[in-house]
């Protein structure tokens, strides 16, 4: 089954307003990596969160790995048109050694 | 340095055959993964090769399969395709090990009639 959950899977705003996408996994993650897939292309790195709590900002972008290391969220603020896209996140479980991606959030931003 | 490469980049076959994708990973990155993503499961882990061995296996049938070459190159074949099987088959490279910074190729998109 899947270990890891993200929602909401699908995500409408206008440009402008923020968005947020949160992952959940059933167990504790040693690291979370979050990937951007553009229509038609692959998933592209984003960033790695390692520490519990840990907060990485991207210039709109910021990023959190929750306390208890199960659930992480992406949040853009003011969204542009070139943010369209699927934001993955991927998980490794404490005791695993290879990712579990999440069932992807797919944003449009409607100028 | 060169991206991940994938061949071929689209792919038809019907029922019954069998099908080689093939991936060139990152010069330098000894590690490859295969995934396999449909619109309905997402991203779905097939395995993952290291200094020509499989390390890790997803929760696929023995239909899929792959090697590694000693130059890091990889192969997945599927052997007795399903309609099911449709899907875009991306290939990932990364230094020493999966859960490092993973580097997507384009994908072979595979079309079973």
């Known amino acids: 089954g899947q270990q890891v959950m993200q929602i909401p899977q699908y995500q409408h705003v206008q440009e402008g307003e923020d968005f947020t996408t949160y992952c959940n996994s059933s167990?504790?993650?040693?690291?979370i990596q979050w990937y951007k897939q553009r229509p038609g292309g692959h998933p592209v790195f984003l960033i790695q969160?390692?520490?519990?709590?840990e907060v990485k900002k991207q210039k709109r972008l910021t990023f959190q790995f929750g306390e208890a290391k199960k659930n992480s969220s992406l949040h853009i603020t003011a969204t542009q048109t070139t943010d369209v896209g699927t934001y993955f996140c991927?998980?490794?479980?404490?005791?695993?050694?290879?990712?579990?991606f999440g069932t992807g959030t797919s944003l449009t931003v409607i100028p | 340095k060169a991206g991940v490469t994938q061949t071929p980049r689209y792919l038809i076959k019907t029922r019954g055959q069998q099908v080689t994708l093939s991936c060139s990973p990152i010069?330098?990155?000894?590690?490859v993964s295969w995934y396999q993503q449909t619109p309905g499961q997402g991203l779905q882990f097939l395995f993952e090769?290291?200094?020509?061995?499989?390390?890790n296996k997803g929760n696929f049938p023995g239909r899929f399969s792959g090697r590694q070459f000693s130059n890091s190159r990889s192969e997945m074949n599927v052997s007795t395709l399903e309609l099911g099987d449709s899907a875009l088959y991306l290939c990932?490279?990364?230094?020493?090990?999966?859960?490092?910074?993973?580097?997507f190729g384009p994908g072979t998109r595979l079309t079973v009639l």
């Open positions: 090769y290291f200094s020509e061995t499989q390390r």
């Open positions: 969160l390692v520490k519990s709590g």
């Open positions: 991927a998980g490794v479980r404490d005791t695993g050694n290879q990712f579990y």
């Open positions: 167990t504790t993650l040693s690291n």
């Open positions: 010069s330098g990155h000894r590690s």
């Open positions: 990932a490279s990364s230094l020493v090990s999966a859960v490092n910074t993973q580097y």
